[in-house]
Nanobody, 124 residues
Framework: QVQLVESGGGLVQAGGSLRLSCAVS????????MGWIRQAPGKERELVAA????????YYADSVKGRFTISRDNAKNTVYLQMNSLKPEDTAVYYC?????????????????WGQGTQVTVSS
């Protein structure tokens, strides 16, 4: 069973930066797709970034391109989301998720394992 634990959320002013971390353990996750998914109050979940555990291909939602960067540290079994130039509309609960199927990983519903989420609040 894959376990995901996020950290790094908080309150930041618009234009600021935060880095989210996701510690991954359990199972054989080297073939998984890792994603960061957010959900704001009253809105649908949005896949903001994703990458395979092995390889360099990445995905970013148009809303975060050029501002967010997903990365990983294989030695630490940790996935990161560096968020720069934050905007009030980035306010949401951010979840780290792992997907078994590459083909299903293009949408939030395609992920099989989820962390507990971490709150990111951007003030104007």
């Amino acid at each position: 069973q894959v376990q995901l634990v996020e950290s790094g959320g908080g309150l930041v002013q618009a234009g600021g930066s935060l880095r989210l971390s996701c510690a991954v353990s359990g199972g054989t996750f080297s073939s998984y797709v890792m994603g960061w998914i957010r959900q704001a109050p009253g809105k649908e979940r949005e896949l903001v970034a994703a990458m395979r555990w092995i390889g360099s291909n990445t995905y970013y939602a148009d809303s975060v391109k050029g501002r967010f960067t997903i990365s990983r540290d294989n030695a630490k079994n940790t996935v990161y989301l560096q968020m720069n130039s934050l905007k009030p509309e980035d306010t949401a609960v951010y979840y780290c998720a792992a997907g078994v199927s590459f083909y299903r990983s293009t949408s939030p519903g395609g992920y099989d394992y989820w962390g507990q989420g971490t709150q990111v609040t951007v003030s104007s």
